[in-house]
Structures are given as C-alpha cells and as structure tokens.
C-alpha cells in the first residue's frame, strides 16, 4: 500500500476486499487518516478522526459513533477470564452475564501507566529516554537522588541529551506544569473505604492536584502520553455519552435498524452478527493472511471472522 504524508498523520492506500486503510480524498491535515476493514462478505468498519481529533467509526458506512462505543461493545477481559475458566472446569458459560471492555481496560490497552511518586513536598518520575526525548521542558529537570539539575527550564532535549542524562539518572523530578494537564490512568480508590479520590481518564487541573494532595496521596499513575499516544482515545472516552456494554450495544443498534424498537437481546444478537458469525463474516483466507501481516498477529487462516484483537 502506499502512503501519502501529511503534516500530522498519513493516508495509506488501501487494498480491496481487506482490512488496511485507503485515501478516498485528499483530506486536510486533521482528517487525514481513514483506516478501515473491509470483508470479502459481511460488514464493513471504517475509522476516522475528525475536526477536534477524536477518533469515530462508521458501520457498513452509516451514522458515525464514538470508536469506544465499539470498544465497549467488545467483550471485556474479566468477562474471557471468567468464561476461560469455566470452560477448564466443565461448567456451563451460557448463563454468564457477558460484560464488555470498560474504561480502565480502554485506557491501559492503548496506553502505559507512569508512576509518579510525591517525595519530600516534590513530585518525581522514571526518568524514560523516550518520553523525554523532543521535549521544551517548562521547568528544570532535577536528579531525585543527588539534587542535581540536570536540564535547565526551557531547553529542548534532544537525542544527546536525553542519552547523556539516562546515563546518571533514575528518577527525575518535575514540576507541578510538568503533572497539569496529565490524565489518571486508573481510578484512585482508597482500599479502606471504598472511596474514589479520581477517575480513570480525568484530567490534573490545579484544582484536582492540590485536592489530591491534601487528602494525602503521594502516588498518581498517570497516563502515557506523547506524540507516538497522544490523547486521542482517553479524549474520545471523554466525549462518549456511552458508558458500558448495554448502552454501547443498544446505540450501535440504533444505528443499524432505525425505527426498530431494541432490546438487550437484540442488539446482542446483531451485534454478534456483523463481525463474529461465521455465516454472514467472511474474511476470505487471503483476508486473514493480510490482514496477520498488517497487524502483525498470528491467527490461522481458517479464522475468517474478527476477533477482539484484531478491532
């Protein structure tokens, strides 16, 4: 396939009959990006951001929905745990109550978590030649162990720089502009008494981190966020009125079979429908051979249907 750059992602051609991804304009920069999977039969998933880079997805072309509508369509881990687990004992998996991905599993799928760690009045963190490499720093980047500055306020950490630093350095502090803005990467719950002290997903504003800080939470993991995983999902998360697997279900329902009152029921059996029947969804041999390569999966060709992982 070929790909035609862009100033803030690409357009990549995309081969019929397949999952890969295909220009059908030349869209401006923040549109820029249709990936989509195209069966030899069955329903078709296109993907694309929009205007403000949330990420949306459109079923057999129709009405677009939030792309974690579909996420928490899927089956959640918990759930295959559970059902893997009867299954080893000879139960029955039939009367499971099947619950779908949630918005802790969401966010750890597509990010990291980084620990950031409250010592001595000073918040610090694993010093990840990664994370830092690129980066105008908005305030001195201090050695936690030594004390020691190891970048100035304003500099732009280039490659040299962050090797040099990784060399001598474990843990960095940073400063208070360097947490706000950052999001929770799971909830903060206290053990004792159930209470959340904040939610995966929301974001540090000043407010929340002074809060944090004075109910006496010294540990913040916070999520992984760059140019490589930017905020994409996490903002898309944000903006879906969707909340769970019912209501994503019944939403894509809606959608599909317009005027058709749905039930739980229903909109399961549909659902199930346009992407794991073996009846209506076919890949085609070829399809799956493709589609292991682009996603870099290994899944028999005799598997013509989608699985969880390769949404």
Not at 52 to 75: F, H, N, S
Not at 153 to 161: I, P, V
Not at 163 to 171: G, L, M, N, Q, S
Request: charged residues 30%; proline residues 5%; hydrophobic residues 40%.
């Amino acid at each position: 396939a070929q790909s035609v750059s862009s100033s803030r992602r690409c357009i990549v051609a995309r081969a019929c009959s397949l999952i890969t991804t295909r220009a059908r304009r030349i869209l401006p920069a923040n549109t820029s990006l249709l990936p989509a999977i195209i069966p030899y039969r069955g329903s078709w998933l296109d993907f694309e951001f929009d205007a403000k880079d949330l990420i949306y997805v459109r079923i057999d072309r129709k009405r677009k929905l939030p792309v974690t509508t579909l996420l928490y369509a899927l089956e959640g881990a918990n759930y295959l745990a559970q059902r893997e687990q009867k299954i080893a004992e000879g139960g029955d998996v039939e009367g499971l109550d099947i619950r779908g991905m949630d918005q802790d599993e969401i966010l750890s799928y597509f990010y990291e978590a980084v620990p950031f760690t409250r010592l001595g009045g000073e918040w610090a963190r694993p010093f990840d030649p990664d994370a830092f490499r690129g980066l105008k720093l908005l305030s001195p980047l201090v050695d936690a162990d030594t004390g020691e500055v190891v970048a100035e306020a304003d500099a732009k950490l280039t490659a040299r720089m962050v090797r040099k630093i990784a060399e001598k350095t474990r843990v960095v502090q940073v400063g208070r502009l360097d947490i706000l803005g950052r999001f929770l990467a799971y909830d903060l719950v206290n053990e004792n008494t159930g209470e959340i002290y904040g939610e995966a997903g929301e974001e540090l504003t000043e407010d929340r981190l002074a809060a944090l800080e004075e109910m006496g939470i010294t540990e913040l993991p916070l999520l992984s966020v760059d140019g490589s995983h930017g905020p994409w999902i996490r903002n898309t998360l944000a903006a879906d009125k969707n909340s769970c697997r019912d209501e994503a279900l019944i939403d894509i329902y809606r959608i599909m079979r317009p005027g058709e009152p749905p039930t739980k029921e229903t909109a399961e059996a549909m659902f199930h429908g346009l992407f794991f029947d073996q009846g209506r969804y076919d890949l085609s041999a070829v399809g799956r051979v493709k589609m292991n390569m682009r996603l870099d999966v290994d899944a028999p060709d005799t598997l013509r249907v989608l699985r969880k992982e390769d949404i």
